[in-house]
């Protein structure tokens, strides 16, 4: 593997401004803690680094911007280069991520392998992990309140995904299984919600017909819980899943295996798993309005060559402000979040 910047972004300026900034004297140092949030999310963009996830980028980023004795493209990316090697050699664990899924009751079964990551769906919940598991789930909750929330209630009874996964912490863990887990529920959403019309009177709920539930856990393989920390995402508890009759079943099923097939014999194989990522993130908001904003970067995205007119556009945009050169670099960034 190796690290290097996207075709369009030039670092230079965001590594002049954090040179101007402060020195490798400073404390905290440079980089460090809420320091220059803005700027290491800028390079989390900007640069290319296939095959490692969020956590790791952002543990590289910081130990180059730490170590690298002038701030430089080159220096920079070569001291990204040696941080990364050294996170391949470093300890993995075997852990397994619960993923609560609200929708996919009676659809979505088996076993499917997406990048390293084994992703088991229907878990059995009399199996001793999951018992194990459910029992350490509902104790995590409790230690934040006497009762367990009636909407977490709710989520239990849902089918799991388990993620079995081996990575070097907790964090990275659950990125990696989310990451791949999503590339299948891209799948369904896109079989499922196509040539769909639902009208709301109240309440905006996602597109998605299959979406993550809340409280979302990493694990050993035990089923104990590895850390008191979880993942959680906003939650409508009235929210009714949707019902299919086993023709509709077995036609989403057909829909989805062949379209998976598809994709994965696909030259452009890499960008095709990034739509379905995409697609899954853009329409499962609550917010409408996001579902909106995401489904035209996705459009975008899809379109050819990574968005010439929105390159444009983004010169004509920075050329307004009173720095340029660094504000175009921001605009590629948030083109591509």
């Not at 993620?163 to 369904?188: P, Q």
């Not at 057909?254 to 993130?281: H, S, T």
């Not at 660094?326 to 083109?335: A, D, F, Q, S, T």
Request: aromatic share 10%; glycine share 6%; charged share 30%.
């Amino acid at each position: 593997m190796t690290i290097k910047t996207r075709k369009g972004f030039n670092i230079q300026p965001v590594l002049d401004h954090l040179s101007q900034s402060g020195n490798e004297s400073d404390d905290p140092p440079r980089g460090f803690g809420l320091l220059f949030g803005r700027e290491k999310a800028y390079l989390r963009t900007a640069i290319d680094a296939k095959g490692l996830s969020n956590s790791e980028l952002s543990l590289v980023i910081e130990k180059a911007l730490r170590e690298a004795p002038k701030l430089t493209q080159e220096s920079f990316l070569k001291h990204c280069n040696l941080s990364a090697s050294q996170i391949d050699n470093e300890k993995h664990d075997d852990f397994k991520v619960v993923f609560p899924l609200w929708g996919a009751q009676h659809l979505i079964s088996g076993r499917r392998k997406w990048d390293e990551v084994w992703i088991a769906f229907d878990v059995d919940k009399s199996s001793a992990f999951a018992r194990k598991a459910l029992a350490d789930r509902i104790t995590q909750l409790k230690k934040r309140g006497k009762n367990v929330p009636t909407v977490i209630e709710q989520v239990e009874e849902l089918p799991w995904a388990v993620c079995s996964i081996r990575s070097i912490n907790v964090v990275d863990a659950f990125e990696r299984a989310e990451y791949a887990i999503t590339k299948e529920l891209g799948l369904y959403s896109i079989v499922t919600s196509l040539h769909t019309e639902r009208i709301f009177s109240s309440s905006e709920y996602p597109i998605n017909t299959i979406l993550f539930a809340p409280h979302m856990t990493v694990n050993n393989p035990s089923g104990s819980i590895t850390s008191d920390i979880f993942w959680y995402n906003r939650w409508d508890r009235f929210m009714d899943p949707p019902t299919r009759t086993q023709d509709e079943i077995t036609k989403i099923r057909g829909k989805v295996d062949r379209l998976r097939r598809k994709i994965r014999r696909l030259p452009w194989r890499d960008k095709a798993e990034q739509v379905l990522i995409r697609y899954y993130n853009a329409f499962a908001h609550f917010d409408l309005e996001k579902s909106f904003l995401d489904g035209w970067k996705l459009l975008e995205f899809i379109g050819g060559d990574e968005g010439t007119k929105g390159d444009t556009l983004i010169k004509r945009a920075a050329f307004l402000t009173s720095d340029p050169t660094l504000n175009k670099e921001i605009g590629m960034h948030l083109r591509h979040r």
